[in-house]
């Protein structure tokens, strides 16, 4: 195992904390810190990046009265995914047609993925942004493209486009999937009716039928006001039922906010959860639809989190090269979860956190209870849960979502447990269908493992490793 030691963990916000002097010595020393609604690709030399919304665009400014950064898309780049540098905008300002559209005064939720050329022509990359203003559906995603992440990127149009008034969608949150014919598509929405998905022309990247709208995949009561947002879609061609498997952000951006889980065996739907239940029913109570992966949590002896959500999944193939699209399908690839989170005690302190997200034998998505901290890849064990085993005995730290959470001052947060394992029966922490890595333990500073995945009445649990069994 490769886990970074303690002395040289990095900080959990990432970067310095205290943010002081000139501008400049600010944004380098930003880390993850501000970076909201994150989407991480990898270079071709092996270098992440990842594009985020303009969360320090606008009037704000640092100590010294410096401006913060522009709007057009912030952008950070890591060697490891651990360590993030500011690296600026990817655009100069908001393009013109969608500031025209939508009089966006900066840019939101940037998808960015690897585009197949044409027979002979060489891969390229397309950024879709959105652009709108706070709870309006006067909103539009629109294209740029470039020839490497660093730019420069050219913009090529508005692809999808609606006015309040006139359409019930909201053209925002883009995410952008290929099927098993592999054509692309894209999945957009923000509260109003829903969450769409479209189908893309593959040789523009804009849709393949101009002015479509797509079709309804997920949904959610006016009684909540239709929170739904920041649907991420992943294909995994070798599943049999668990096809395409979508990440759904619930709730309040600034206290609730939490991420779900459904899958279906077609692109377009119907989308399940674990019990069952269709993403488009809104005659269940609105709170029992979708299977929640990540809520506000506390670990034990660490800080308390609020609002995870909005995220990205990225998949890095076992050789190293490159990204792929499909989670799941590249052998060993390893997959990872890319999200934004807020401290409890100060929400308008959001960070974005990338941790390892794995499959279960029965094909659903866990993700980990410790953000990624350069362990590597290492090879997850599927362990059902069925029995003893000394590998695994010891004191572990338990977030079970079957537990109530607190209803604090700036939303709810579930708390860890510790449960005595004596022999390692995972089964006496609630486990049934978990995968066991290799993790590094925030709160310790030390290496470990951690488990992950849901209990036998389909609820998510894990738990980290925190010290051999009491006796």
């Not at 909201?170 to 999937?177: E, F, G, L, R, S």
Request: proline share 8%.
């Amino acid at each position: 195992m490769t886990t970074a030691s303690a002395p040289s963990a990095p900080a959990l916000l990432g970067g310095d904390q205290t943010v002081s002097g000139p501008a400049a010595t600010e944004l380098m020393s930003l880390g993850t810190r501000h970076a909201h609604d994150p989407t991480v690709v990898r270079g071709d030399d092996g270098t992440y990046f990842m594009f985020c919304t303009d969360a320090l665009g606008g009037p704000r400014t640092s100590p010294d009265g410096a401006p913060h950064p522009p709007a057009g898309v912030h952008v950070r780049t890591s060697p490891d995914l651990v360590t993030w540098t500011w690296a600026g905008t990817a655009l100069d300002g908001v393009p013109a047609e969608a500031q025209a559209w939508t009089g966006a005064p900066g840019l939101w939720a940037p998808e960015v993925v690897r585009w197949p050329g044409a027979a002979g022509d060489p891969a390229c990359f397309h950024m879709y942004y959105s652009a709108s203003t706070f709870g309006s559906n006067t909103s539009a995603i629109g294209l740029a493209v470039a020839d490497s992440l660093a730019g420069p990127w050219t913009t090529s149009g508005l692809v999808v486009r609606t006015r309040a008034g006139e359409q019930t969608q909201n053209a925002i949150d883009a995410a952008v999937t290929w099927d098993g014919d592999g054509s692309p598509w894209l999945t957009y929405g923000s509260f109003f009716s829903g969450i769409y998905t479209l189908r893309l022309d593959p040789s523009t990247g804009l849709a393949l039928t101009p002015g479509d709208l797509g079709v309804c995949i997920a949904r959610r009561a006016h009684s909540v006001e239709a929170a739904v947002e920041g649907v991420f879609i992943v294909h995994r061609p070798e599943a049999r039922t668990h096809r395409y498997v979508m990440f759904a952000s619930y709730d309040s951006l600034f206290s609730t906010y939490n991420v779900r889980v459904a899958t279906s065996e077609h692109i377009t739907g119907p989308y399940r959860d674990r019990a069952g239940n269709l993403m488009t029913d809104t005659d269940l109570p609105p709170g029992s639809v979708g299977t929640p992966v990540l809520v506000g949590h506390q670990l034990t002896g660490g800080p308390a989190w609020i609002g995870p959500g909005h995220n990205s999944v990225l998949t890095v193939p076992a050789d190293g090269t490159g990204d792929t699209g499909d989670a799941g399908d590249a052998g060993d690839a390893a997959d990872f979860m890319v999200h934004h989170v807020r401290l409890a005690q100060d929400p308008t302190e959001h960070t974005a956190q990338v941790r390892r997200l794995v499959w279960t034998a029965s094909g659903w998505p866990a993700v980990s209870p410790q953000p990624y901290a350069g362990e590597g890849p290492g090879v997850p064990t599927t362990v059902h849960a069925g029995g003893p085993d000394p590998r695994l005995a010891g004191v572990w730290d338990v977030l079970d979502l079957r537990d109530q959470p607190v209803a604090g001052p700036t939303g709810p947060v579930t708390a860890s447990r510790l449960v005595d394992v004596v022999d390692g029966d995972l089964r006496r922490t609630g486990a049934a269908d978990v995968v066991v890595l290799t993790a590094f333990d925030w709160v310790a500073g030390r290496e470990t493992v951690c488990f992950t995945g849901y209990t036998a009445d389909e609820t998510a649990i894990s738990g980290t490793l925190t010290s051999p069994a009491l006796r």
